[in-house]
């Protein structure tokens, strides 16, 4: 195969046809052709061909399998592949008073990410358009299990599956080798869109929208047998789905020269088609479990995504209270619903069960209310205000009951007392923004305003959180070559009193748990509901001395510090700067070329708890420095135009070179502890493409083209760890994904 590579490559550089460089750039021969071009036009009938047509037909060859590459495209194999594209594109006769036009087209038959799409429209009347496309997502494929599925959602165990009792760990699974089974992980989604638009007189507007999409497939889910961190036993599964959406918009629309309003309804509706996930337990009975709890007599369940669906009605509008003063608004209403019925407490029917469920669905309901505010005015000739309001409201009207729950399967239910309340998390945001800016002569700009946000939460750590931000930014482009660009952003987040139990009492009877008890250390602070400053920085510059030439650089920080007397995240900074570039000495030549640079690091700190003790002691604490570096640069050549004729041949030619380089470097201290560095997560990608197009006449052109695509990643999570290496958890088995291949692709095109 790799000859047959570096022949195809040989073909595409030797097409290029080089003697013909000093006649591109001949004004002589421009001229000849555009005056050939007349001739010929004026030498055809009178009948305009109004329907054109282009059919493309090659093949796609990969010369060996990967799952990653062909990750969302299809080409998986190194099976050849059929390259169909087609497109129908009628276009009006402009000598008639015909105002109809419609494209058909598809690409991509051959491959498993087809997309056909049929658009109608008659210009100032109505539009049709349909779409269809499949996408693929192949997670791995190099996956090892040893169930095997009974139905969809239902896996077993092999017939004569041994363990080593009591207490087994992955190591007590005493002939899991021998029974493991090849796993692929992948899934598909069908997408069916319909949209319609139809205008009804002067002033009304009709759109409809309706979206059908299918996901079937395969992914991984972690199932577990055990009630709390000492006895647990799980499995990383393969999980059915069966997902399908229906999504609806409909609005009608009203306007006028001064007032714009828009009057819509959104309904989604979400369905499985899976109702469980069904595992029987590989390992023997733990000690805490219950009795009968263990392989070959017990089984593990997990709830799928429930059915449920939302409602909004919407109204949207815009007045112009002056000629320089506007007004916008959008406002909507909604619900979501999901009414699915519970499960049974457990799948074991020799678990103690004394207590029924409180209710057979969760009835959830949960009311949305959304409104946004615009103002808009010119102050002055150069000065200009903009003022926004938002307003987010989430009212979780799902009923609070008490369920004594069984512990993954795994031991009788719990009495009452010690059951656990459903929490139902609402929240309402509120935020505000004046900004004014200022026009110099030039096209120079100066802006600068304030924001402030005001967020209330139900059932959470805090209660309220505020946020101010000052902001200002200047935009210069006076200059005839150069044009830059600043800006600056002070944040500053204050959150109410933080309380880290409160979930944890709340979700109990009162009275069950004590004001001191907690889940987390108390001085442990969520990074998104604690005090934060943020600063931000950004710059921008373009130059372009000449119209063969551009040149742009950019470079921005955001830093954010959270308060040092808690554990959490403490610090994050992430800074990025990049170059881009453009070179284009005749018309027919463009070179390009990018670089970036992104640095990401992270500081956070903790405590080891295992009992009250430790809780209190400076010496269990742990601190960990997070830092990710990603390197990208690109360049590409174009050649078009070369050798064009009056005929209408020519020839174009392109590579494009891309390199991608991700490392990240995790280091962890513990102060009464020696810790072994975490080992460097490492990606890094290649990309080389080469092609080469060549027009035969009008109609018909061939289309070569090769890719060398090389991808490396190291991964300490993934690699060399096999299905037994936790002693508690069984995995799959996969590795980090590695490639190192060639697409080869050539195709045909001819339009009639």
């Not at 006649?23 to 009938?45: G, I, L, W």
């Not at 095997?148 to 899991?176: D, F």
């Not at 070569?704 to 991808?711: G, Q, R, S």
Request: proline share 4%; glycine share 8%; with cysteine.
């Amino acid at each position: 195969m790799k000859t047959k590579i570096c022949v195809f490559l040989s073909i595409i550089l030797l097409a290029v046809p080089f003697s013909t460089w000093a006649q591109t750039d001949s004004s002589k021969d421009k001229k000849e052709v555009t005056k050939q071009t007349k001739k010929t036009t004026k030498k055809k009938s009178g009948k305009v061909k109004t329907v054109r047509t282009e059919i493309s037909i090659g093949f796609y060859s990969l010369d060996e399998d990967s799952y990653r590459y062909g990750k969302y495209s299809g080409l998986t194999s190194s099976d050849g592949y059929v390259l169909a594209d087609f497109k129908l594109d009628k276009r009006p006769d402009p000598k008639s008073s015909d105002t109809t036009r419609w494209t058909f087209q598809g690409r991509r038959l051959g491959l498993d990410s087809r997309h056909l799409e049929f658009d109608y429209r008659q210009q100032g009347t109505q539009r049709f358009k349909i779409s269809y496309s499949e996408i693929p997502n192949h997670l791995f494929n190099d996956g090892l299990t040893p169930f095997r599925e009974e139905a969809p959602g239902i896996w077993n165990l092999p017939p004569g599956w041994q363990v080593k009792p009591p207490n087994s760990t992955t190591r007590g699974l005493l002939n899991l080798q021998e029974n493991l089974l090849d796993l692929s992980i992948d899934t598909k989604r069908r997408r069916l869109d319909l949209a319609y638009e139809r205008r009804l007189g002067p002033n009304w507007t009709m759109d409809f929208d309706y979206r059908h999409e299918t996901r079937k497939g395969e992914r991984t889910l972690g199932g577990i047998i055990g009630f709390n961190w000492f006895n647990p036993r799980g499995a990383i599964l393969p999980a059915p789905v069966d997902f399908t959406t229906d999504i609806l918009e409909a609005t009608m629309g009203y306007a006028t020269s001064r007032l714009q309003l828009n009057f819509g309804i959104y309904a989604s509706f979400f369905g499985n088609d899976e109702e469980t996930l069904v595992f029987q337990n590989p390992f023997a009975r733990q000690s805490q479990w219950a009795a009968g709890v263990g392989f070959p007599n017990s089984q593990g369940r997990i709830a799928l995504e429930p059915d449920n669906s939302y409602l909004q009605f919407r109204v949207t509008g815009g007045l112009g209270i002056s000629a320089t003063t506007r007004l916008t608004a959008d406002v909507s209403f909604g619900r979501v619903e999901q009414d699915d019925a519970f499960l049974p407490y457990t799948i074991n029917p020799n678990l103690t069960v004394n207590t029924a469920l409180p209710a057979t669905n969760l009835d959830g309901k949960i009311d949305t209310t959304m409104l946004n505010l615009r103002l808009t005015s010119k102050l002055a000739q150069r000065l200009g205000l903009t003022v926004n309001y938002h307003y987010n409201d989430r009212d979780n009207k799902t009923p609070r009951r008490i369920f004594p729950y069984v512990g993954a399967d795994s031991q009788d239910q719990r009495a009452v007392g010690d059951g656990r309340i459903n929490s139902p998390y609402s929240y309402t945001r509120q935020k505000s923004d004046a900004i004014m800016t200022f026009r110099f002569s030039g096209a120079a700009r100066l802006k600068a305003g304030i924001e402030y946000s005001d967020y209330n939460r139900e059932f959470s750590d805090v209660e309220d959180a505020d946020e101010l931000t000052w902001l200002a930014s200047a935009l210069l482009r006076g200059w005839s070559k150069v044009s830059m660009r600043l800006g600056y952003r002070n944040s500053d987040r204050d959150v109410s009193n933080y309380n880290p139990n409160s979930l944890l009492i709340g979700s109990f009877l009162p009275g069950e748990i004590g004001g001191d008890d907690f889940l987390n250390h108390p001085q442990l602070r969520k990074y998104y509901l604690t005090d934060r400053e943020r600063d931000e920085y950004r710059f921008r510059a373009d130059f372009f001395p000449n119209a063969q030439f551009n040149l742009g650089v950019s470079v921005s920080e955001y830093k954010d510090d959270y308060d040092a007397g808690f554990f959490g995240l403490n610090e994050a900074k992430v800074t990025s700067w990049s170059v881009d570039g453009g070179w284009y000495p005749i018309e027919q030549v463009a070179l390009t070329a990018f670089y970036s640079n992104e640095e990401y690091d992270a500081s956070q700190s903790s405590r080891h708890v295992i009992n009250s003790s430790s809780a209190a002691d400076p010496n269990y604490n742990w601190f960990a420095e997070s830092e990710d570096r990603v390197d990208t640069y690109n360049i590409a050549l174009k050649l078009t135009g070369i050798g064009a004729d009056k005929n209408g041949k020519g020839f174009e030619f392109g590579l494009d070179y891309t390199y991608s380089n991700t490392e990240n470097t995790t280091r962890v201290v513990a102060v009464s502890a020696d810790t072994a560095p975490l080992p460097d997560l490492l990606s890094e990608m290649r990309t080389f493409s080469i092609w080469s197009s060549f027009a035969m006449g009008d109609r018909a052109s061939v289309r070569l083209a090769a890719e060398n695509a090389k991808f490396e990643s190291k991964d300490w999570g993934l690699d060399g760890v096999a299905p037994d290496t936790l002693s508690n958890v069984l995995l799959l088995g996969q590795s980090a994904a590695n490639y190192n291949l060639w697409l080869i692709s050539a195709s045909l095109s001819y339009r009639f």
